[in-house]
């Protein structure tokens, strides 16, 4: 069996300087997978998206135990631009597009950091408009007066435009119309099967991110509560009544 993409071994991070937000994590994505990375808030999904991407520097976190590899390589000492070059890009919670820019601005803030050409970057750009018909548009649109939903779109396109191999997602979903999510799922698909881009997506909503993942791990404060094929997890019970709204629910 070919080595994983992504490898997270034992990871243990710490949010500031004495929150241990992350405990003993392990857990890995394959070239082509659709990965969730499921829980409620503050189960710790975030902060190990953040400790992948090593942008937890940034908010005075760290990782204080375990190893994190890409294609086999240690990356504790890569920086997040470092690993976004390799392949790792992250969407981060709540969107975060230049507000004042327009959509295609935004857009093209993504493929600044491989320093293409201009008939890259151009070929690049009608790639995202293809994959997102909304975004053309609006490409002239200020990206701050565009709907969650656009923002959304503007987000993830932005990523690709550094033509990732990993992707990942940090609750695509957050405050959007389930109609609206639906699209942004079904693009994330069409990526992956057509375009073979893989990803690693934390959310809440686990019934849909089980119908579109390949794999999930649940998070339960800051430990792996449960892995495994997401078609099996759906089915289990305990994974039903805690997870899926099935039974009674666990506050």
Do not use: C
Not at 60 to 72: E, Q
Not at 171 to 197: H, K
Request: proline share 4%; no cysteine.
């Amino acid at each position: 069996m070919t080595q994983p993409l992504l490898q997270v071994d034992a990871i243990e991070a710490l949010y500031g300087q004495a929150i241990l937000a992350v405990r003993d994590v392990s857990l890995e994505v394959r070239q082509g997978a659709v990965v969730a990375l499921l829980g409620a808030n503050g189960a710790g999904k975030t902060t190990t998206l953040k400790a992948i991407s090593n942008l937890l520097g940034a908010e005075r976190g760290s990782l204080s135990r375990g190893t994190i590899r890409w294609k086999g390589e240690p990356t504790a000492r890569l920086g997040p631009s470092e690993l976004v070059r390799r392949g790792i890009v992250q969407v981060l919670e709540g969107r975060h597009v230049f507000p004042q820019l327009t959509v295609e601005e935004n857009l093209l803030a993504g493929g600044f950091l491989r320093r293409p050409s201009r008939r890259q970057i151009a070929a690049d750009l009608e790639q995202v408009y293809a994959w997102f018909p909304r975004l053309k548009q609006r490409r002239g649109s200020k990206a701050g007066l565009t709907s969650g939903g656009e923002q959304q779109m503007v987000a993830i396109g932005r990523a690709l435009m550094t033509r990732p191999t990993l992707v990942l997602l940090d609750e695509p979903s957050m405050g959007l119309a389930p109609i609206i999510v639906q699209e942004i799922f079904e693009i994330i698909r069409t990526l992956n099967r057509e375009d073979g881009v893989s990803f690693l997506i934390a959310e809440q909503n686990a019934n849909l991110a089980l119908r579109y993942a390949d794999h999930a791990y649940i998070l339960e404060t800051g430990r792996v509560a449960a892995a495994g094929p997401a078609a099996e997890l759906a089915a289990r019970e305990d994974v039903k009544e805690f997870y899926l709204g099935a039974g009674t629910a666990r506050h």
